[in-house]
């Protein structure tokens, strides 16, 4: 609290850290899913396709299968190290679960009733990539969870998550449209769990949630014999 000389009084906030509005995390990934549906006409997917694929001439890589797990790789690393982050290491894992659980969900509704085949014609579950939107989760949970204590530890998971991206087309087994809903969506669903938090507080392993007191007290009368059992939770 600080007074001016006029005896009128201002609450000082300069201490209160801002918390994001969810418009604020949502403005990126939905601009990756405008952008998707936009480059969705054949001409522009194929053309696209053939661009990024020409100068590799055929080059396969298993890689992509991998790197999409580097960023939580990177965060537990991190935790064993001991550098500082917004949530503990349980958080962290509960919240992971929960992004990457509601977003393989809506990947594979998506992937289902849309049908679009894939750029090798192997598949029909081709839009979006399952690959990027795995990978665009680890890397936002990262950024999440180190972006006010360590900005470059922060940003690094966007290195694997958007190679990862790249080389679903590089390999012919998506199109850019697919890798870039893909990215939207799974940076999209670990906003919005990061921004409401859900079951911050529950958390088994606690020793509080495992403490019980335990207790009995014998009752001895003329015709009985029995007692009292007590539970402290």
Same mark, same amino acid.
């Given at each position: 609290?600080?007074?001016?000389? %006029?005896?009128?009084?201002?609450? @000082?906030?300069?201490?209160?850290?801002?918390?994001?509005h969810f418009i604020e995390r949502a403005w990126a990934?939905?601009?990756?899913?405008?952008?998707?549906?936009?480059?969705?006409?054949?001409?522009?997917?194929?053309?696209?396709?053939?661009?990024?694929?020409?100068?590799?001439?055929?080059?396969?890589?298993?890689? @992509?299968?991998?790197?999409?797990?580097?960023?939580?790789?990177?965060?537990?690393?991190? @935790?064993?190290?001991?550098?500082?982050?917004?949530?503990?290491?349980?958080?962290?894992?509960?919240?992971?679960?929960?992004?990457?659980?509601?977003?393989?969900?809506?990947?594979?509704?998506?992937?289902?009733?849309?049908?679009?085949?894939?750029? @090798?014609?192997?598949?029909?579950?081709?839009?979006?990539?399952?690959?990027?939107?795995?990978?665009?989760?680890?890397?936002?949970?990262?950024?999440?969870?180190?972006?006010?204590?360590?900005?470059?530890?922060?940003?690094?998971?966007f290195l694997f998550s958007i190679t990862t991206g790249?080389?679903?087309?590089?390999n012919n087994r998506h199109w850019v449209p697919d890798?870039?809903?893909?990215?939207?969506?799974?940076?999209?669903?670990?906003?919005?769990?990061?921004?409401?938090?859900?079951?911050?507080?529950?958390?088994?392993?606690?020793?509080?949630? %495992?403490?019980?007191?335990?207790?009995?007290?014998?009752?001895?009368?003329?015709?009985?014999?029995?007692?009292? !059992?007590? !539970?402290?939770?």
């Open positions: 609290m600080t007074c001016g000389t %006029r005896s009128t009084c201002q609450k @000082d906030t300069s201490g209160i850290k801002h918390r994001p990934p939905a601009t990756l899913g405008i952008l998707s549906v936009t480059l969705m006409t054949d001409s522009s997917k194929y053309g696209l396709q053939t661009l990024i694929q020409q100068p590799f001439n055929g080059f396969k890589t298993d890689v @992509d299968d991998y790197l999409q797990y580097a960023p939580i790789a990177i965060m537990y690393a991190a @935790d064993l190290f001991h550098v500082k982050s917004k949530n503990t290491p349980w958080n962290q894992t509960k919240f992971l679960a929960m992004s990457e659980l509601g977003t393989t969900i809506l990947v594979q509704i998506l992937k289902y009733s849309l049908r679009i085949e894939r750029p @090798d014609h192997s598949k029909f579950n081709s839009y979006p990539s399952g690959h990027t939107s795995q990978a665009f989760v680890a890397s936002q949970v990262l950024l999440n969870e180190y972006r006010e204590t360590n900005k470059l530890l922060a940003y690094s998971g790249t080389l679903r087309i590089v890798v870039l809903l893909g990215a939207g969506i799974g940076m999209l669903v670990t906003n919005l769990i990061y921004h409401y938090e859900p079951l911050k507080a529950w958390n088994p392993f606690s020793k509080k949630n %495992r403490k019980i007191e335990t207790g009995f007290y014998p009752s001895l009368g003329e015709d009985y014999i029995g007692g009292y !059992l007590t !539970l402290k939770f």
